[in-house]
């Protein structure tokens, strides 16, 4: 396992944007973000190949959300663009510290590390 320290977030208005930051204490083989809104369960929203730089977007946020990985780093940016009401929940960074195939990178069970949450609101 390895510690994340999250950054960002805060409040934006409807088609805003917001960038969320996600440092690793470690080696990592995937980097991702999963969000929780009140009353629903953690959805996978974006995730990166950590040495490959492949990415993952669910269909909510394709096209509006970008991953990206400062260098080569063990850090990645969440840029969250056109921001909308249904954005609004708390953002977790996650982690993978461990080489693994075969990789499904929307699912939670897949990592290992996870971040304490930053919230995220849009208001309309």
């Known amino acids: 396992q390895v510690q994340l320290v999250e950054s960002g977030g805060g409040s934006v208005q409807a088609g805003g944007s917001l960038r969320l930051s996600c440092a690793a204490s470690?080696?990592?083989?995937?980097m991702g973000w999963f969000r929780q809104s009140p009353g629903k369960g953690r959805e996978g929203v974006a995730a990166?190949?950590?040495?490959?730089?492949?990415?993952y977007y669910a269909d909510s946020v394709e096209g509006r959300f970008a991953i990206s990985q400062d260098n080569d780093r063990d850090t990645v940016h969440l840029e969250m663009t056109s921001q909308q009401p249904e954005d609004t929940a708390i953002y977790y960074c996650?982690?993978?510290?461990?080489?693994?195939?075969?990789?499904?990178?929307?699912?939670?069970?897949?990592?290992?590390?996870w971040g304490q949450g930053i919230r995220v609101t849009v208001s309309s």
């Open positions: 990166r190949h950590m040495r490959g730089g492949g990415t």
């Open positions: 470690g080696y990592t083989w995937y």
């Open positions: 996650a982690a993978l510290s461990g080489v693994v195939g075969g990789v499904s990178p929307r699912s939670e069970c897949e990592y290992d590390s």
